[in-house]
């Protein structure tokens, strides 16, 4: 499978948007999934993962309450729904799946299968 993410770009402290991650077939129903991101001058850290079935979801401490992953199995997409965005959200996103990965890992490792990357940035 391939992924394609989408969604990033400026927006203000605040705000909100919406990041897809679109699969390039109808497999990807049996992967799991997760987003991870790097800022600037950072490493790259886990935002969220989700199961295969959607029903096991997992975040980082510092997006809990502001964030929601959830995928659409008819459409093959994961979503980054991001609200109440901060300047230090600022990353470039990366959508990853994986067939054998657990659900909700925190692992990149486990992530076999990239996106190309969304930059968002917000400002103050």
């Known amino acids: 499978v391939q992924l394609q993410a989408s969604g990033g770009g400026l927006v203000q402290a605040g705000g909100s948007l919406r990041l897809s991650c679109a699969a390039s077939?109808?497999?990807?129903?049996?992967?799991?999934a997760g987003w991870f991101r790097q800022g600037p001058g950072k490493d790259r850290e886990f935002v969220a993962a989700?199961?295969?079935?959607?029903?096991?979801?997992v975040y980082v401490d510092s997006v809990k309450g502001r964030f929601t992953i959830s995928r659409d199995r008819a459409k093959n997409t994961v979503y980054l729904q991001m609200n109440s965005l901060k300047p230090e959200d600022t990353a470039v996103y990366y959508c990853?799946?994986?067939?054998?990965?657990?659900?909700?890992?925190?692992?990149?490792?486990?992530?076999?299968?990239w996106g190309q990357g969304t930059l968002v940035t917000v400002s103050s």
């Open positions: 990853a799946a994986d067939r054998y990965a657990r659900g909700g890992s925190r692992k990149s490792s486990e992530y076999r299968t």
């Open positions: 077939d109808g497999t990807f129903g049996n992967y799991a």
């Open positions: 989700i199961s295969r079935s959607g029903g096991i979801t």
